[in-house]
């Protein structure tokens, strides 16, 4: 059994990073009741992860390539302990925000380097049953964050959802140093500095704006101004890019149509499927009452059927068309968040079951495809890169969700509010309110006799506010279900002799098989 330990390893630093995508979520109205969070503070909390992920996950795989595998994994593993940490004594949001944020820094080097440490550990039928457990791993980690992020926010408080990480680090890191070989590329060439930097300012202006448009207003100097920032940032990293010996990203790969759909399809399929779930736990727990363990088992049946459809797709559909099986994930997971608009003042929990339910399948069949068929899609040597970018698409895509989703919301609650014919005197701090986590003070504070008419609002507009959430996560899953069945083909096969294989170009197949955890990750 010795030789599954480097496995071992592995799988409980992946199990963490992926725990704490999925655990804060349920935790987030007890967040901002103890620290007394803005709307967009909360959001901050999910995306600052996501963005740091997205920011440095194809840096991070370069400085291992050069310093080393092993070495990055645990400088990871221990940044992301001592975050944790620093989160759960987080007295503030701007705290836990910015720690949050170092947790996503650790993570981008954790996961960055865990193929690459398993590849190298593991040869024949034992890489492929190395790499079958640590999907298996990542797709429980999904499933079990909401849970056990209820668990222990209910039974101890939301601090413990950061420092469970603690002793799983510990053991983390103690196994890696005994049992875990170091591995470097010989050719690598360093890493792109430059090009992280502006990718890194060009999405996170981009998201601040949009989290703050709430505020601000689209037409606001600030909100203008934060994506001219973007703009330029972008285009300095472009020309960055275009001149680097050594690039982050690149660009000539995006010539390629399929590439294009693929970026474009990760990009969507996280805002379509996962980036509305901070929104409705908020409902479910602030505006329905239920607890954060309840609230965690309602999610739970995404995440399951997430699970077993991508399993069940890695051996059905290895080999056939990844052009259909993410073309139709995403507009089933469309399907899926446009069930769940049908949500209504009066409804419970249940009422979303069925659109997550569908949603879970739709990401289980988009999802595991879209780093092996990205990989497809451009030349060999670049396929390392293709998959980082498939990957990189996807967290941003989970961070741009969220801002852009919040800003829906936000907008809706407060406009159905002012719409109400006075029964609030201030629609603007209601909303902020509401959205915040608080609708129990609200309630409370009302005179008595207006209590019912003003729990009936708050109902009212909540489920109005999830409602245009929903509508916008579908469109974003048609959408992103359309580019992929227009753009995504087999590239041209290789000549050979008396012609063969001339003709128009086909549709990309994965050369390996599907990776699992690409299916949850979100």
Known sequence: MRKWLPLTAVCLGTFMLLVDVTIVTVALPDMARSLHTSFADLQWVMDIYALALAALLLSAGSLADLAGRRRIYLAGLMLFAAASLACGLATGPAVLIAFRGLQGVGGAAMSATTMALLSSSYQGKDRGIAFGVWGAVSGAAAAAGPVLGGLLTQHLDWHWIFYVNLPVSALAVLMTRRFVSESRNPHAKGVDLPGMATFTLAAGAVTYALIRVGDNGWTSTTTLGLFALGALALAAFVAVERRSSRPMLDLALFGRASFVGIMLGGLLLSGAAFSYVVYASLWLQSVRGMGPVAAGLAFLPMSIAAFLVSAAAGRWLFGASPRWAIGIGMLVTSAGA??????????????????????????????????????????????????????????????????????????????????????????????DALIGGRAATVIARTAPEHRVAVSQLVHEVFAAGLRQTFLVAGAMGLVGGAIVLLLVRRPPAPARAGGAGKGAPQEARPSVEPVTQEATSG
């Not at 769940?340 to 949603?359: D, H, I, K, N, R």
């Not at 399948?361 to 497809?376: H, W």
């Not at 498939?390 to 919040?406: D, H, M, P």
């Not at 800003?407 to 029964?423: C, H, M, P, T, Y």
């Open 338 to 431: 446009m069930l769940q608009a049908m949500v209504g003042a009066g409804s419970t929990w249940t009422a979303l079951l069925p659109g997550l339910a569908l949603t879970g399948v739709g990401a289980g069949l988009a999802g595991p495809l879209l780093a092996t068929t990205a990989m497809a899609s451009v030349p060999a040597e670049r396929s390392g890169m293709a998959a980082g970018a498939a990957n990189t698409s996807r967290q941003l895509g989970n961070a741009l969700g969220i801002a852009v989703l919040g800003a829906v919301f936000q907008d809706k609650v407060l406009s159905a509010l002012r719409a109400s014919a006075g029964a609030v005197s201030d629609p603007r701090a209601t909303a």
